[in-house]
């Protein structure tokens, strides 16, 4: 895994969804235009999608509806 692009470090903030509304937009316009970032994307994604499905398997395994 290469840092060429300095956006990089921001795709994990972004897959999970802890971006302010403001930086979102602008991660989203470079992404547009970026390969790096558009693969790093893609890599994260599955892995944050089974986070939060396993989350919510555990708060509901725990009685607490997510
Ligand atoms: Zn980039």
Redesign the pocket.
């Known amino acids: 895994m290469t840092h060429a ?1 300095p ?2 470090v921001t795709v994990g903030a972004y897959v999970l969804g802890v971006l302010g509304e403001r930086e979102n937009t602008e991660f989203r316009r ?2 547009a235009g ?1 390969p ?2 558009q693969q790093e994307i893609t890599e994260l994604t599955p892995a944050v999608r089974f986070l939060e499905k396993l989350k919510s398997e555990m708060h509901a395994a725990n009685g607490n509806a997510p």
Do not use: E, P, R
């Open positions: 692009c956006y990089t470079h992404a970026c790096h970032c």
